[in-house]
């Protein structure tokens, strides 16, 4: 049965950070292409960051501040969040596609692109 766990979300200031992960249980992250996604109350959920065996991408809101990586070893993707803003609050989902010409091509910010989601971890930053 294939399963994401996602954790790190919390409350934050502005101009703080947070680290989520994202653990895969019942298949391998590295033939995925696996993609963070948010949603805010009253918005589409959207996407932030995608890896791909190839590319990286960010939506241009995230760039700069926020950095995708995975550890095959853990199969674990994880999202370092920096100088985080109000407008960053969402819950957060990790999502898996297997579409082999994302996993070997370029990975899409696209939710419908995904197969297979997580639950979700809240994010806030609010002073």
């Known amino acids: 049965q294939l399963q994401f766990v996602e954790s790190g979300g919390g409350l934050v200031q502005p101009g703080g950070s947070l680290r989520l992960s994202c653990v895969a249980s019942?298949?391998?992250?590295?033939?995925?292409?696996i993609g963070w996604f948010r949603q805010a109350p009253g918005k589409e959920r959207e996407g932030v960051s995608c890896?791909?065996?190839?590319?990286?991408k960010y939506a241009d809101s995230v760039k700069g501040r926020f950095t995708i990586s995975r550890d095959n070893a853990k199969n674990t993707i994880y999202l370092q969040m920096n100088s985080l803003k109000r407008e960053d609050t969402a819950i957060y989902y990790c999502?898996?596609?297997?579409?082999?010409?994302?996993?070997?091509?370029?990975?899409?910010?696209?939710?419908?692109?995904?197969?297979?989601w997580g639950q979700g971890t809240q994010v806030t930053v609010s002073s």
């Open positions: 890896i791909s065996r190839r590319v990286i």
């Open positions: 019942g298949f391998t992250l590295d033939n995925y292409a």
């Open positions: 999502a898996a596609d297997p579409t082999p010409e994302r996993v070997f091509g370029t990975c899409a910010l696209l939710p419908s692109t995904a197969r297979y």
